[in-house]
């Protein structure tokens, strides 16, 4: 048993809020580097190399790459015999957000009621929290801030077993497609496959937290990251939608068991700034 | 990108009318800020008949919700945000004089419409560079709705605001024709 005080959780989360924000991952700039070498639209290349450049500059000026500094998805992996004192474990978690999103200069980009008020937050809380208990006696906590253009055109489709692995990359690359420039491509493709409805979408998502140079421990799902992606560059898309080579950075895939009767297909897109930054006490 | 064009504003018929899809421009001048809150606002006064916090004849709207501007600087990261959340309210602004839009993502066929009827342009602005936008904006002031926060409509003093020409007056969309060039059939 070790104890933590959540207190300690605070500052450790107000940091993670704020690099996520200015310093992109090398994984990120690699890609782009990397398709900016392959690309061949002359627009598609001028686009690439200012998104190089603005990475550059947030993190020399210390300011947010992007002006949209999402909405704060923390996942926690908690060690079962952590002991928490001290207060309220999630409330510390938001006031980490709180204090990171403000001393940061990061938006507040929350309204309360979703649908008929929609009056900002003003501290960017409450943050979106997913927990999972573990083994051990550390905390893994991870912050991944997710901008609102591309989490719109994100989707869940219940597919049949019928619809088989074709059936499911149709829809993956036709998500892509509908989605055309509005998601800030390039973008990172997460899909969730299994589970059930809701799981789906959270699987998507965690989908995206995978550094994008590790490809799916498994080489029959490997394989499908590899075609989906193929098919996606072919869309003709390209960097903002303007055309080119250019239009997603990866693809990500997590699945899980589901029941016999379902087939759970979840996309969660995710634009270049694939941002998410961890951290373990 | 088929040439670089240095505009000014307020835009008049002339400059709009020498611009095409994927033209680069390096924008100067006074713009305004507005995005979906902001939106619904201006166009319910135009219902109304009654005046706009600014003279939006011949100006640019720039779709953004700013970052707080850190110690020392104008404004914070400012990039572009979608610009299809609008569409439901572009063609009303341009139909009192709004001559330019900026921001990023396809517009839906009644603004590309209601472009060519009042000889309109969209400019997208690259999404996601906001430091780079940020670095072209000398100024800003909140003018109106500042219970929006984010969303509040402020006066941004842009110097060389680099963009590209995404909808001409023409009736040209770089977001069909870009796909159309790239597309491999599979």
Redesign the interface.
Known sequence: MREINVKEIIPIVRKLCIDANYYIGKDVLDKIKEFYEKE????AK??LS??L??YE??AN?????????GVAVVFIELGQDVHLVGGNFYEAINEGVRQGYKDG?????LVDDPIID?V?T?DNTPALIYTDIVPGEKIKITVAPKG??SE?MSEVKMMKAADGIEGVIDFVVDRVRRS?????PPIVVGVGLGGNFEQSALLAKKALLRPLNESHPEDKWAKVEEEILE?VN?????P??????TTALGVTILHKPCHIASMPVAVNIQ???ARHKSAVI | MTKTIKLQTPLTDEDVSKLSIGDKVLISGTIYTGRDAAHKRLVELVEAGKELPFDIKGQIIYYVGPAPAPPGKPIGSAGPTTSYRMDPYAPALMDVGLKGMIGKGPRNQAVIDSMKKNQAVYFAAIGGAAVVVAKAITAAKVIAYEDLGTEAIRELKVKNFPCIVANDIYGNDIYQEGVKKYKIET
């Open positions: 061949e639209s002359p627009t001028e686009v200012i998104l450049e603005n500059l947030a000026e210390k300011m947010p790459s992007c002006q949209d500094t200069y990061l938006r507040k980009s929609r900002n003003k609102g253009g719109n055309g420039g509005n998601p800030c098919k072919k869309l003709g898309i390209g903002q939608g303007f055309g080119g080579r634009c270049h700034a």
